[in-house]
């Protein structure tokens, strides 16, 4: 579950909760993290501590994040314009 803390000003804040979907918890949701990890895209390295402690609460945690990235993927602004560069300046030889 996901919740908003009220009084940080990060301004509207879309999700208030999330409950996994039950494929997340049946051998799909397992699976789908296994895909993942093989293909290189979902990195455990920094979370394999807390798997191995509570291996199958861990796993169930995982399994829940995973289902949660995948059906709200990340959304990022328009990439800013590149700047154009002035090969050179008009009026500044021989300063």
Known sequence: ???RIPGLG????????YTASK??????GRQRV??????????????????DAESELGLKALAAAVEW???HPAFYGKARRKQ???K?????TGL
């Open 84 to 86: 154009p560069e002035y």
């Open 69 to 71: 990235g995948v059906e």
């Open 10 to 17: 990060y301004g509207p804040i879309p999700l208030l909760a």
């Open 34 to 51: 296994d895909s993942l990890v093989a293909e290189g895209r979902l990195h455990l390295d920094d979370i394999k501590h807390v798997v």
């Open 1 to 3: 579950m996901i919740r």
């Open 23 to 28: 494929t997340a918890f049946s051998e799909a």
């Open 88 to 92: 050179k300046i008009l009026g500044t």
